[in-house]
């Protein structure tokens, strides 16, 4: 068997914990002795022993002269669990086949370089593409200090998000919801402006399949218009987040009332300051954030540039005159946002597509 069969089975995993664990990262482990394995784990949340610590316990004893398989670089740094080399180190494993090296910097190639001063013999980079792209909202999060985001949509084939007179359900399939409720298992927080609310008075829960969480539900609000009698507001399934610029003192305390949380940003030019909300996210730990519009909502995070990836979901239907994204100062075909398409699918008659920088 060769190091790319094994690693596959550790970010298997690993996939199998995507969205649970933030803010840290999902991590799969394989410990292989004699062309066998003998122990698997992944991280299971965090605060819970890291994916490495987990299968190295399960081994026990047997783990002297392995190979052990992981897909992200083993830590070197005390956080909410021991570092995952001294355990490495301590089991006396013979080598050791990671897949990519960490971006926090406290960890960076410093977790592989210990490994090899321990006489450990270490191999990076196997399916490397793979477990970056599988953890890319940690590697946003940790290095450009705000969550990752991707902006979430459907349309008809003629671009419009709703009807002139805003009624959109439903644009997309029911296979197409589907999925849309699995980007949802993977964000840590959803988001959408007030508007949404006052129209839809949605749950912005995960109801497709069993799932172990909701993802927190984040309001843009900046006049502090949401109905006290909301999903959002009385459900309790999940946390939910208003981002504010009103200073309603009586409003807030009865939000508050309600386990809500309200935050405050600055409000110009029309809308809260879309850098001081992802700031507040980043420190509340939001590391994904999925941003499911409206028109407005989106238009304000395209214009900005603060988007990492789309989803859009463009159903086979013309509705022609309807509500569209909105001017994004493009005046030129060359000045559009260029996208690369990275993953494309049907949802029944749906073409789904998934589009990065």
């Known amino acids: 068997m060769t190091d790319e069969h094994f690693m596959e089975i550790a970010l298997q995993l690993a996939r199998e914990r995507k969205g649970l664990t933030h803010p840290n990262p999902t991590v799969g482990c394989v410990i292989v002795k004699d062309g066998k394995i003998i122990a698997q784990a992944n991280h299971e949340k965090a605060g819970k022993p890291h994916a490495e610590a987990k299968a190295l316990e399960i081994a026990g004893k047997e783990a002297e002269g392995s190979t052990l398989y992981v897909t992200l670089e083993p830590c070197t740094h005390w956080g ?6 001294d355990a490495i180190i301590k089991a006396k494993v013979k080598r050791v086949v990671i897949a990519t090296l960490d971006p926090n910097p406290l ?24 477990a970056k ?9 940790i290095t450009k200090k705000r969550p990752y985001i991707t902006l979430k949509f459907a349309q008809s084939i003629d671009g419009s998000l709703a009807t002139k007179s805003f009624h959109s359900k439903w644009i997309s399939s029911e296979e197409s919801r589907k999925h849309a409720h699995r980007l949802r298992s993977e964000a840590t927080a959803i988001l959408v402006g007030i508007n949404t609310v006052l129209r839809d008075d ?5 109801r497709a399949f069993e799932w172990e969480r909701n993802p927190h539900r984040i309001v843009l609000d900046p006049k502090l218009k949401i109905p006290m009698d909301c999903h959002l507001v009385k459900d309790k399934e999940a946390k939910t987040i208003v981002i504010t610029a009103s200073e309603n003192k009586e409003k807030i305390k009865a939000l508050e009332d309600e386990g809500v949380e309200v935050l405050l940003a600055e409000y110009q030019e029309g809308m809260l ?9 980043y420190f509340k730990e939001v590391m994904h954030l999925l941003v499911e519009g409206g028109a407005r ?28 994204i909105g001017d994004l100062g493009v005046r030129k075909v060359e000045e559009g946002i260029k996208l690369r398409l990275r993953d494309v699918r049907l949802f029944q008659e749906d073409v789904f597509m998934e589009l990065i920088q």
């Open 80 to 85: 909410r669990t021991p570092p995952c080399t």
């Open 107 to 130: 960890v960076s190639g410093k977790g592989a370089e210990k490994l090899r001063q321990a006489g450990i013999e270490v191999r990076v980079g196997v399916l490397e593409d793979q």
């Open 133 to 141: 792209r599988l953890n890319e909202d940690f590697f946003t999060y």
């Open 202 to 206: 949605p749950r912005l829960t995960v």
């Open 273 to 281: 300051n879309l850098r001081e909300v992802l700031r507040e996210l």
């Open 297 to 324: 909502t989106l238009t304000g995070f395209l214009k900005e540039g603060f988007y990492d990836k789309l989803c859009v979901f463009v159903a086979p239907m013309v509705i022609g005159e309807g509500v569209r």
